[in-house]
């Protein structure tokens, strides 16, 4: 037998010496981006969204964001002024649901946004806080066939009160996410407690805190108490939430203390349109000017009212955000309600519940002016960092098929 014929032999077999030749490994496809729909309805969730929107959109191999704004706040001053201080892009969809009863603009909502997952497919319906259009999109991703996958940033959240309807839907959206993305321990163990499986909670940070320390040094050069004519020592109010708006008894008590307060310190109260009306109704419209020491303003942006936060000798609100803020600021606050949903604003941080007692909060906020600042402890992960967690733990999602 020739040398070439045995040379032919061993190459079929794999090589000239006769060891098999292995085959290089076929290389997997590239995975597609991530579909991602992202929503904000209500002024409290550009705040949240907006960091999350940047992060995304930082990484277009790995995520395909769209933002859907359901026009749950649909005031000019309300909602879009928010869109352009906080660098977020316009909207690729809006639902444009308006304001009504909260079935019916839920309803609204739920309704357009079938149409929506039918149409973009997504991999996950990201959604963040608790008003409802958080809740309604949740729902509707739920019942999809397949199930569309939701991730709820802020989730873990609890007053334990129920007759507030934001407690509903923190409740029914934790129950239907797949992800659930915390702020704080005391989260974390209210999700367990009803039996969330631990590999779906991610203790990330606060994405609230990611706006806030990204804009605080550009909200130093806001000339907002020049053009208003004020300067510190003043005070700072925000009221918006049903349980002291719509109940005659509630606002008329906190009215009365701010009437106190007022004589003894400027209070500013950039005002809810809502808020205001329900004061009118009620013939509880303030006084206002110098002598009542009550100005009421029009809703601010959020560079501006920023501004005003972190040079406030004493802040009262019954905002779950400005609770945060506060917190990272260093600023006194007094939580106009009977319970909170962030325990850890009272317990490292600078807040205190009140509720809407006149005497309390008389009381506590001249104790609070009187000792200035309150020492205040470190929060794990708030940091300016959260959104950029939350996406490295949907960059180890799959995607799906994206057929119903």
């Not at 606050?333 to 909170?340: G, Q, S």
């Not at 609070?368 to 960092?385: E, F, N, S």
Request: proline share 7%.
């Amino acid at each position: 037998m020739s040398s070439t014929s045995s040379s032919r032999r061993a190459a079929r077999r794999g090589g000239a010496d006769g060891r098999a030749t292995r085959r290089p490994p076929a290389s997997a496809p590239p995975r597609r981006p991530l579909r991602l729909l992202l929503i904000a309805g209500a002024r409290p969730n550009f705040m949240k969204v907006a960091p999350l929107l940047r992060e995304f959109r930082r990484r277009p191999a790995l995520f395909d964001a769209r933002l859907v704004h359901t026009g749950q706040h649909y005031d000019e001053l309300m909602s879009d002024i928010f869109f352009d201080e906080l660098e977020i892009p316009k909207p690729e969809i809006h639902l444009g649901a308006g304001s009504a009863s909260h079935a019916v603009q839920t309803a609204r909502i739920m309704e357009a946004f079938e149409k929506v997952l039918l149409e973009e497919r997504p991999d996950w319906v990201v959604v963040v806080g608790d008003v409802n259009s958080t809740l309604a999109c949740s729902v509707v991703a739920a019942k999809m066939s397949p199930p569309v996958r939701v991730a709820h940033v802020e989730a873990g959240l609890r007053s334990r009160d129920r007759t507030m309807p934001e407690e509903i839907n923190r409740i029914v959206t934790d129950a239907l996410s797949d992800l659930l993305f915390t702020t704080s321990p005391d989260a974390d163990r209210n999700l367990r407690a009803e039996g969330a499986p631990a590999r779906r909670i991610h203790r990330v940070g606060n994405v609230m805190i990611d706006t806030l320390r990204r804009f605080v040094e550009r909200s130093d050069r806001s000339d907002i108490l020049a053009r208003l004519g004020v300067a510190p020592p003043y005070a700072l109010l925000t009221l918006h939430r049903p349980s002291n708006v719509d109940d005659r008894q509630a606002l008329g008590r906190i009215f009365a203390a701010l009437a106190t307060i007022g004589k003894e310190i400027p209070v500013l109260f950039p005002a809810h349109p809502r808020t205001v009306k329900m004061l009118r109704e009620f013939g509880l419209a303030p006084a206002e000017g110098v002598r009542s020491g009550l100005r009421v303003l029009e809703p601010l942006g959020y560079i501006e009212f920023l501004h005003l936060e972190k040079r406030a000798a004493l802040v009262l609100s019954d905002s779950g955000g400005v609770q945060e803020e506060t917190t990272i600021l260093g600023v006194p606050c007094l939580t106009l309600r009977d319970n909170t949903e962030r325990p850890i604003t009272l317990t490292h941080g600078t807040n205190r519940l009140v509720g809407s007692d006149t005497h309390a909060i008389v009381r506590e906020a001249r104790r609070m002016l009187a000792a200035g600042p309150r020492r205040r402890r470190p929060i794990p992960l708030w940091d300016g960092k959260a959104a950029a967690r939350i996406a490295a733990v949907l960059a180890n999602q799959g995607t799906t098929s994206g057929a119903f």
